[in-house]
C-alpha cells in the first residue's frame, strides 16, 4: 500500500465522493447517509469512514456504471461529427454534453481540439500538465489521421504531403511524417504538429480535398474498434503511456 492511499481524514468516504466531482460535500454526505453510494460492491452510509484509494470502486446510486478512484481522469472519447471541443461552443454542442455530470464537475477538458467535423479519437483530462505537454509543440506527439478525398487520387498525393506543402501564413513547408494511400479515395496519414485545420490544409495544398476526417490514433494508443462514436471510456496508466504521458 502506498503512504498516501493509508486510510486517514482525507480521505474519508465524503472527501473521496467530493473529490471525484459528485458534488458538494454536503450533497455527498446526504448520497452516503441515504445508502446510495457503494465502495467496492458494499454500500457504506457513513460518510466519514475513511478508505484506501489504490484500486478504490465507487458505484452511485443514478450514474451509471463503476467509477474508479482516481487522482485525475484520464478519458478517451470516439468523438462523432457535428460537436465543438470547446467548454463554450458558439454553434454545436459540446462534446463536454457527451459526458456525465462527475466528470463535467471535475473539468475534465480535451487535450488539444478536433474540427466540428472531424471524428475519432479524442483524450480528455482534468490533469492541466498532461494537456499542456500533450499540445505543446516541443513535444511532437505523433497523431494518426485517416481522409476520404473529394477526389480519386494516386501515389504522388502521398508524395506531395510527404515532401512538404506550403500553407497560407507558414513560412516555411510542412510534411507528413507518414503517409499512405489506402484506395483511390482514401489516405492515412500522421503528422506530429497541431495547427489549425492542418490535415484538411495540406491536402487542400496538395491539390485534393477532404471529405471526411478521422483520428485514429495518438502516439502508441489506438481508438478502440468497438467504442461508438459519442462513447467514451477510462484509460489507464499504460493506455496514457501509450499516448506520450506517464501520470503521476
Ligand atoms: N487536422 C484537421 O484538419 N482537422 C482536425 O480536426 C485535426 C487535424
Known sequence: MSKKSKPNKNNTLERVLHSQGFGARKLC??????????????????????????????????????????????????????????????????????????????????????????????????????????????????????????????????????SGVLLKDEAETIAADACVLLNPNALEMIISQ???HQVRRMIAAAGNHVQSLERVAIGELTLPADLAPGNWQWLDATQMRLAGWTPK
Not at 45 to 73: I, M, R, S
Not at 79 to 91: D, I, T
Open 29 to 162: 454526505r446526504n448520497l452516503i447517509r441515504s445508502g446510495s453510494v457503494s465502495v467496492n460492491g458494499i454500500v457504506c452510509e457513513d460518510p466519514d469512514q475513511a478508505f484506501e484509494t489504490d484500486n478504490l470502486q465507487l458505484e452511485v446510486d443514478g450514474y451509471e456504471g463503476v467509477w474508479p478512484y482516481c487522482e485525475n481522469a484520464y478519458l478517451l472519447l470516439n468523438k462523432p461529427a457535428g460537436y465543438e471541443c470547446s467548454r463554450a461552443p458558439k454553434h454545436h454542442p459540446s462534446i463536454l454534453s457527451l459526458l456525465p455530470d462527475p466528470l463535467r464537475e471535475r473539468d475534465v477538458q480535451p487535450v488539444g481540439r478536433l474540427d466540428v467535423e472531424t471524428t475519432g479519437l479524442l483524450l480528455l483530462t482534468d490533469d492541466g500538465q498532461c494537456i499542456h505537454v500533450l499540445t505543446s509543440p516541443k513535444h511532437a506527439v505523433p497523431k494518426v489521421y485517416r481522409a476520404e478525398l473529394a477526389e480519386t487520387a494516386d501515389q504522388s498525393l502521398c508524395d506531395k504531403l510527404l
Open 194 to 196: 497541431g495547427k489549425y
